[in-house]
């Protein structure tokens, strides 16, 4: 486990904030890495896997959660929504016991900490993801580059097998972290 897998995270959402403000007006339709989603849809994305983490980490299960967070979470002021969500989701896993807690999701109940682990490789990669499309700057904090590909590479061929993830991308041997994180995960940097 990372050593501090709930500051990580919450450094993740505020990284992501950031680039979710620097979204412009004219850019949320933009299409993304994320081929079925626009930027738009992507941070919806975003926001209702936020809003997952309060009653999945509660004990919830995913039936019990149900449609909830179905549909249009942003509404007019789409960066207020992912405030709301981000702040739930980061009290979530900072509450003690959090991270050794059960969590039914839906691949199997897991320790809280291994939900935290992808919640943190989504709202990372999906920044990326919201940078790259709308033109901002895609470079990651290596911090977090470390602990995302520290959770994914040993479960890379696991997470292609999925299907939530693009086609790994070839890249040489001395490309940097983030470059092979973006390839394990379908992305081309």
Known sequence: MVEDLPELHTQALEHTRALIAGIGDQRWHDPTPCT?????QLVNHIVAENLWVRPLVDGQTIEEVGSRFDGDQLGDDPLGAYDRSAAEAAAAFREPGAMERPVAVSYGPV???VFAGHRLVDV?????DVARATGQDTRI??????????DVEPQADALAASGYFGTRVPVPDDADLQTKLLALLGRRA
């Open 36 to 40: 079925e989603w626009d930027v738009r």
């Open 111 to 113: 320790p809280g900490a």
């Open 124 to 128: 990372v990669v999906h920044g990326w």
């Open 141 to 150: 904090d290596p911090r977090l580059v470390e602990a995302c590909y520290a």
